[in-house]
């Protein structure tokens, strides 16, 4: 079985980075061509990609700024590197993936040693391999644990959520003899889940249905949800689950109901020891007021849109990460192996 088209959906190419446009999926497929890394910083920031595309928007960019900077000298070289790090990082505050994704190309260059020229593009390139074939291997391995979570005829509800956790969720599950079904929140104001998160599923012919964002409660409040399942930005070391916007209200009514939750993260960040030491991102609420395009509200209104929130520990069941799945309360056992190769 291939792939679902949202799992590779940014290319490096001799020309540049092409990311595939989640504004306008699936009822177009458009490619949008960034020829610099600040073209990719901007693509990022208007919401071309999301979910686990900035973080593979970011490895490509790393390699442009190594293109762009192959003519300086090294030292001047590692510099731009570094800025143009920085920039990609700011694009989108809350989720760390960016800072890993450039980390990875800045630390294959300055193994590298002092460099310059085609030596400098091809460690870049090497880093951005590395960072690729990590997170996707990370990925099946968050996959395999989730799935271990599940019933065999388990139905999930997920909130705002596509991509390659979702896509090894159902490769894991249906490995082990389990083949669950999801109820997919729609996701204002962009719609993900209707629009990335359900088309994945369809592509992998599971059993999608979609709700407003209005009906979370009541859906689990009807017993047919088996777990509320998404995936995080940020898990901080104490338990508290950042992600977007919606998930704490789901939390809650699945506790209320005696639903499990289980949030997905590679790792929890042991940068944030709590959930105040994560900084949320607030989009303009302009983005409130418009569906796809088209402007619900008159012009008598304002929006408000924080793009994330925090659920705290006591409405979270697991965290579930690569190296498997932990009580939030004892995240700290995750990093016992040591650190993880980003």
Known sequence: ?????????????????????????????????????????????????????????????????????????PAEARAYLGRAADRLVSTRKTNNHLRKAVCFVLSSVDSAGSVSGTELVAAAESGARLGDERYRARSRALGTYTAELLPAEATVLTHCWADLYLVELVLAARRAGKEPAFVCTETRPYLQGTRLTAETLGEMDVATTVVTDGMGAATLASGEITALVTA????????????KIGTLGLAVAAHAFGVPFHAMVQAPDQAARTGSDVPLEYRDGEEVLSVLGHRVASERVRGRYPAFDVTPPRFVTTVVTDRGAFAPGRLGEYYAEGEPNQ
């Open 1 to 73: 079985m291939s792939l679902p088209v949202l799992a590779d959906s940014v290319r490096l190419t001799a020309d540049g980075v092409h990311i595939l446009d989640r504004r306008k999926f699936p009822l177009e497929r458009e490619w949008v061509r960034c020829g610099t890394a600040e073209d990719v910083a901007v693509a990022i920031e208007d919401m071309v990609t999301q979910s686990s595309g900035p973080y593979f928007a970011a490895l490509g960019a790393m390699v442009l700024a190594a293109r762009e900077a192959s003519v300086l000298r």
């Open 232 to 243: 995080a930005d940020r898990v901080t070391m104490d338990g508290h689950v950042v992600n």
